[in-house]
Structure formats: structure tokens, C-alpha cells
């Protein structure tokens, strides 16, 4: 009874048997999607998913990646090791060590990127030596040395040093050298130092020291030093010292030194020494300047002033040395050879000294 319901006929042809058989293994080796995607990598990929080694341009790999140079590099995590930089159209993403023999980079890098020269298109967040020069298109937040130099089209925040300087456009958080000079685009907060200068296009807060010169594009608080001059477009909050001078654009509260003058745009409150001459608008506070002192018209002057020549156009409120002192308004003590008082009706030019309440 079972034969009538089951029934199983065979080809009596041999050939015809062999055909079958070919087409059923045939049908086994098929491309599936699965392995039309590993046929497509561009790459070596030796990994149990994504963990293992991959030798060439592998898209994705946890572990260990041999490549000559990156152009469809999606994300590695573990060390990736390139011949040359990425190409410009690369959107790869290193979590981990980037090795270049010579050349390495990553369009971002988080991690730690070593190379004769190390390129990212983004951000580069860790740890990064290149010997000739270390480049991010974005921050870069770590320590970083270059060799030639450093620079950042973002932020800095760590510390980047540069053999010939370090530049950023935007801002930097932390210490930052460059053998000839230091340059932000935008604030400076912490320790510069560059071997000819050191330029923010903002506002400064730290301590600044530049073989040349050092320059602030808005307010600046903290010490800055510089071997020609110091300049602030805004206002100095702190210690100042140019080698030949100091020029304050608005007010300045501390001490200033300049080597050949000093100058002050708005009121200044503290200490200043020149070696050849001042000015200011208004001031309160001990002015020394060998050479020459003034006080603009409308403006005034609280305290001692040392200098061969006192010219106050406006009024001084205090004690000027010198050899000749001339005040427009005089409510103080004048010490010098010749002493002019032009607010008083009587005695107004006296040797030694002239004093009126």
C-alpha cells in the first residue's frame, strides 16, 4: 500500500543524472548577499565580524589594519598602521593608535597618532607626535608635539608645542610654544610662549612670553612679556613688559615697563616705568619715566610722577618730580627747577617748587 502513495522515479539516463547533481551543488556555492558584501571589500579582512586583521583599505575592523593609504575607512578601533595620509575624500574615524610609516591620519582621531606627519580633517582628541608637523581641520585636545609645527583650524585645549610654532584658529585652553611664534585666532587662556611672538586675536588671560614682541587684539589679564614691545588693543589688567615699550589701547590696572615709553589710551591705575617716556589720559598711581611724561588735555593725573619733564595738559592731584613741571591745573606739589602752575593768579612759575590746595 505505501508504494501506491510515495513514488520515486529516477532518469534511466546517466547524463541526465549527472546534470541534476551538478546543478543542486552548483546551487550551493551561489553569492548570497552576505557574501556579495565580503567580495566587495576592499580589502583583506582576516576577522570574526569585525574583530581580527585586515590588510588594505578594510572598511571596518576591531583589531589590527595594514594599509598603504585610507579612502574607504569607516571606523577602525585598535591600531591602524598607513603608509601615506587619506585621501581628501576619506571619512574615516581611528578609535585608538594611528601609526604612520611615514604618514597617517584619519578625517578624526581619538587615541594616539605617531608619524613623521599627522593629518585629520576634523578632531583630533588624545596624544599625537609628528615630526614634521601635526594638522587637524578641527580641535585638537591632548598633547601634541610637532616637529615643525602645529596647528588647528578649532580650539586647542592641552598642550601643543611646535618646533617653528603653533597656530589655531580658534581658541586656546592650556600651554602652547612655538620656536618662532604662537598665534590665536580668537582668546588665549594659559601659558604661551613663541621665540619671535606671540598674537590673540581676543582677549588673553595667562602668562605670555614672545622673543619679539607679544600683541592682544582685545583685553588681556595676567603677566606678558615681550622683547620689543607688548601691545593691547583693549585693556591690561596685570604685569606688562616690553623691552622698548608697552602700548595699552584702553585702560590698564597694574604694572607696566616699558624700555623706551609706555602709553596708555584710557585710565590707567597702578605702576608705570619708562625708560625714555609716557603718556596717558588718566591715571591714578606712580609714573616713572625718565625722559618725559604727559597727561592729555582734559585728562588728569592722581599721584607721583617722576620724570625730567611733567607736561600735564590736564590737571595733576599729588607730587611731580622733574626737572621742569608744567600742570594746566595744578592742586599738589610741583619739585624741579622751574615749576608752572597755569591755575593760579599769583606765582604761578617758581624754582624749586610750586604748590597750590
Same mark, same amino acid.
Given at each position: 500500500m505505501l508504494r501506491s502513495f510515495v513514488r520515486i522515479s529516477l532518469p534511466a539516463d546517466p547524463t541526465a543524472i549527472a546534470l541534476g547533481m551538478a546543478l543542486v551543488l552548483a546551487g550551493a556555492f551561489l553569492p548570497t548577499e552576505g557574501s556579495r558584501a565580503a567580495a566587495q571589500e576592499p580589502g583583506l579582512k582576516l576577522a570574526i565580524g569585525d574583530l581580527g586583521l585586515g590588510i588594505g583599505d578594510v572598511r571596518r575592523l576591531d583589531g589590527v589594519r595594514l594599509n598603504f593609504r585610507d579612502l574607504e575607512? !569607516?571606523?577602525?578601533?585598535?591600531?591602524?598602521?598607513?603608509?601615506?595620509?587619506?585621501?581628501?575624500?576619506?571619512? @574615516?574615524?581611528?578609535?585608538?593608535?594611528?601609526?604612520?610609516?611615514?604618514?597617517?591620519g584619519a578625517h578624526r582621531?581619538? +587615541?594616539?597618532?605617531? @608619524?613623521?606627519?599627522?593629518?585629520? !580633517?576634523?578632531?583630533?582628541? +588624545?596624544?599625537?607626535? +609628528?615630526?614634521?608637523?601635526?594638522? /587637524?581641520?578641527?580641535?585638537?585636545?591632548?598633547?601634541?608635539?610637532? @616637529?615643525?609645527?602645529?596647528? /588647528? @583650524?578649532? !580650539?586647542?585645549?592641552?598642550?601643543?608645542?611646535?618646533g617653528l610654532g603653533v597656530g589655531t584658529g580658534g581658541t586656546v585652553r592650556g600651554v602652547v610654544a612655538g620656536g618662532l611664534g604662537v598665534g590665536a585666532g580668537e582668546n588665549l587662556n594659559g601659558l604661551a610662549v613663541g621665540g619671535l611672538g606671540v598674537g590673540v586675536g581676543g582677549t588673553f588671560v595667562g602668562v605670555a612670553a614672545g622673543g619679539l614682541g607679544m600683541g592682544v587684539g582685545g583685553d588681556a589679564r595676567g603677566i606678558l612679556m615681550g622683547g620689543l614691545g607688548v601691545g593691547t588693543g583693549g585693556s591690561l589688567t596685570g604685569i606688562a613688559l616690553g623691552g622698548l615699550g608697552v602700548g595699552v589701547g584702553e585702560d590698564m590696572h597694574g604694572l607696566a615697563l616699558g624700555g623706551a615709553g609706555v602709553g596708555v589710551g584710557g585710565a590707567m591705575r597702578g605702576v608705570i616705568v619708562a625708560g625714555g617716556g609716557a603718556g596717558l589720559t588718566n591715571g591714578r598711581g606712580l609714573v616713572i619715566a625718565p625722559g618725559y611724561f604727559r597727561v592729555e588735555e582734559a585728562g588728569s593725573f592722581h599721584g607721583v610722577s617722576v620724570s625730567a619733564f611733567n607736561d600735564i595738559r590736564g590737571s595733576q592731584r599729588g607730587l611731580a618730580i622733574g626737572l621742569i613741571n608744567i600742570a594746566n591745573e595744578l592742586h599738589g606739589l610741583q619739585v624741579g627747577l622751574v615749576n608752572i602752575a597755569r591755575n593760579k593768579d599769583s606765582f604761578s612759575v617758581l624754582p624749586l617748587f610750586n604748590y597750590h590746595p
Open positions: 575607512l !569607516d571606523r577602525v578601533r585598535g591600531l591602524n598602521v598607513t603608509i601615506w595620509e587619506p585621501h581628501e575624500a576619506s571619512r @574615516g574615524h581611528v578609535v585608538g593608535i594611528a601609526l604612520g610609516l611615514p604618514l597617517t582621531l581619538t +587615541g594616539v597618532g605617531a @608619524g613623521v606627519g599627522l593629518s585629520v !580633517d576634523e578632531d583630533l582628541t +588624545g596624544a599625537g607626535v +609628528g615630526l614634521l608637523g601635526i594638522g /587637524a581641520g578641527g580641535r585638537i585636545r591632548g598633547v601634541f608635539l610637532g @616637529g615643525m609645527g602645529a596647528g /588647528a @583650524g578649532g !580650539d586647542v585645549e592641552g598642550i601643543a608645542l611646535g
